[in-house]
Structures are given as C-alpha cells and as structure tokens.
C-alpha cells in the first residue's frame, strides 16, 4: 500500500517541479537583457537592466515584481544607486507582459524606434 502512495507522491512532486521550472525560466527570459525606460526625474529615456533573477522567483507566487538590477545613470553617479526607482511604478508586471512592455530586448526596441 505505501508503494502506490509513494508513487503517486513522487509524480506529483515531479508535475510541480515541471510548472515551477518552466514559469520561473520563462519569466527570466522575459525580464533579461537592457531595456529603455522612461526616468521620471530626467524625463528622458535611460538604460537600465531588470532584476532577472528576483523576478523570476516572484513569478512562482504569480505576481512577478520588478526592480533595477542596473541603471546608466548609476555610472555617472553613484548616489543615484539608492534612488526610488520610479521609473517602474505604475508598471504591472503582468500587463507588462501582456502587452510587450520590458519584455523586448534593446536592440528590438530600437529598431522598431527606427522604422516608425
């Protein structure tokens, strides 16, 4: 009697593996890479890259959030490290993906910048 539980167990451990794997890796795909942001103090466009990783594990509870990893205002001035991050409010990360926002990388971005 315990060989058929075990058994059962063992394949639903494995399902659950099998969906947290593939949401964690696809939201990290998604979120990797520099992406263009609009920075609320400069109101002009910055390059910053998303905290993949941390994304990628907040997307296991189904609300992935998003923060800076990296900013190119960061670079030319250090204090900025501990700004607020407003350039992602009022961003969900769902719509987000939905709708193709930060989920593109750069290079994309820029090329359909171009051809408008």
Known sequence: MTTPLLIILGVALVGIVYVLLSVGTDA????????????????APVEVDLDATHGA?????????????????????????????????????????????LTRPLQTMRSSATQV
Do not use: M, N
């Open 28 to 43: 990290y795909f998604r979120l990797r890479g520099p992406r263009l942001v609009t920075c609320p103090e400069t109101h």
């Open 57 to 101: 594990v907040t997307a296991l509870s189904g609300h992935p959030a998003l923060r800076i990893k990296h900013c190119a205002r960061w670079d030319d001035a250090p204090d900025l490290r501990d700004c607020a991050q407003g350039c992602l409010q009022g961003i969900d990360a769902r719509s987000a993906q939905r709708h193709g926002l």
